[in-house]
């Protein structure tokens, strides 16, 4: 634990210099808006529910195996990375695994998003992560292409299916 305060600490420092940073609690009525903003183009799946998303965010800002970085624009603000690590089920390595990413239409077209990732990548090294695993909702944007740029590879396809 104290290991892990201090390599957070120490991740503050460097994301800073850049506009990312970790979230606070001070951050939510903004991280809800994007929230929200997202939910706007995508599908069922993904509707809107304040409650339900602000005790999400308020758990990973809490849970040392959770994390949101923000990024700033003029101190607002536009976009976030909100990610968890866990065990595999099959074996003993880590993965962090992306939960939602997303930056404002204003703010896109810039770094940001890129920057996002990074922080991510080295908070889920800094944890002992072994893989990160990234997402996309390809009726919004296709980001295979992004992905592939930042050295991914697609490793497994979602099927939803609605039952109530």
């Known amino acids: 634990?104290?290991?892990?305060?201090?390599?957070?600490?120490?991740?503050?420092?460097?994301?800073?210099?850049a506009d990312i940073r970790l979230a606070t609690p001070k951050?939510?009525?903004e991280l809800l808006m994007?929230?929200?903003?997202f939910t706007n183009d995508a599908t069922e799946l993904h509707r809107w529910n304040k409650d339900?998303?602000?005790?999400?965010l308020s758990n990973l800002m809490s849970n040392p195996e959770?994390?949101?970085?923000?990024?700033?624009?003029?101190?607002?603000?536009?976009?976030?990375?909100?990610?968890v690590i866990q065990?595999?089920?099959i074996s003993h390595m880590k993965i962090a695994i992306e939960l939602a990413w997303f930056v404002n239409k204003n703010a896109r077209g810039s770094a940001r998003a890129i920057q996002l990732v990074s922080a991510f990548e080295g908070w889920a090294k800094d944890n002992g992560a072994e893989?990160?695993?990234?997402?996309?909702?390809?009726?919004?944007?296709?980001?295979?292409p992004l992905y592939s740029k930042l050295g991914y590879s697609l490793t497994e396809k979602a099927?939803?299916?609605r039952i109530i």
């Open 87 to 89: 065990p595999s089920i």
């Open 159 to 161: 099927h939803s299916k």
């Open 52 to 56: 339900k998303t602000e005790q999400l």
């Open 1 to 17: 634990m104290i290991r892990l305060q201090a390599q957070t600490a120490d991740l503050r420092q460097e994301t800073r210099m």
């Open 34 to 37: 994007l929230v929200k903003e």
């Open 131 to 144: 893989w990160v695993t990234m997402s996309d909702i390809p009726s919004i944007s296709d980001l295979t």
């Open 27 to 29: 951050d939510m009525f």
């Open 66 to 83: 959770g994390v949101i970085f923000v990024s700033e624009l003029d101190d607002e603000v536009v976009g976030f990375l909100a990610g």
